[in-house]
Every structure is written in C-alpha cells, then in structure tokens.
C-alpha cells in the first residue's frame, strides 16, 4: 500500500490550499482515510478523518468550518480543502489510513499506512 500525499506550500494568512493523497496497492473504497499534521515540537494530530464511502466526517475542533475532508473513490484520491488558514496550521501534514477495511479511528496508532507528508506553511 503506497499513500501520496501532495499540495503544500507557502501561503499567506487568509488563504487556502488544497491538499490531495493518491492512494495505490488495495481496495481504496474498502478503507477509512485521515489527514494528520504534525508541527515542530507538537505531536502528531489528527485533523481530519473520512470514512470509507465518504459519507461520514470527523474534524478536530481547530479546523471545524474552515476544512473539508473528501474523497473520490473512483481516482483513489483523498484531498483536504484548508480554507481561512491561520499560521498556527503551519505543519508537515500526513494522510493515513488504517490496516483494516470499513474500520475509522480518531487514534494514530490505528493507522498502519502513511503518506511521505507535505509542508503547509502560513505566513502572518
């Protein structure tokens, strides 16, 4: 299983990017998704969580109302619209998901496989 994740880059408070995860190797409408991101010195947090079919999102309470999850089963892509951002979503940002079919977790020890990251910077 290969996750790839891509669009980050330099934006300025305010802003918006979107941010895309090609997944390859297995079933991609069998499995839950996650959008993670990770800031120097923080831990790694989950942002986002999608389920299998799409019909069901999760968000963390920092992002409500300025990012949507999606995701498209027929391209095997997973993206992040990150709309108003702020300099405190500046962070390397992952996509993950879990080992198990039609099994979603807020835990990031449930999700076995990871993308390579992309890094969302926002300047003020």
């Known amino acids: 299983v290969q996750l790839q994740a891509s669009g980050g880059g330099l934006v300025q408070a305010g802003g918006s990017l979107r941010l895309s995860c090609v997944a390859s190797g297995r079933t991609f409408s069998m499995y839950a998704m996650g959008w993670f991101r990770q800031a120097p010195g923080n831990e790694r947090e989950l942002v986002a969580r999608?389920?299998?079919?799409?019909?069901?999102?999760y968000y963390a309470d920092s992002v409500k109302g300025r990012f949507t999850i999606s995701r498209d089963n027929a391209k095997n892509t997973m993206y992040l619209q990150m709309n108003s951002l702020k300099p405190e979503d500046t962070a390397v940002y992952y996509c993950?998901?879990?080992?198990?079919?039609?099994?979603?977790?807020?835990?990031?020890?449930?999700?076995?496989?990871w993308g390579q990251g992309t890094l969302v910077t926002v300047s003020s």
């Open positions: 993950a998901s879990p080992s198990r079919a039609y099994y979603t977790s807020p835990l990031s020890s449930s999700y076995a496989y």
């Open positions: 999608i389920t299998s079919s799409g019909g069901t999102t």
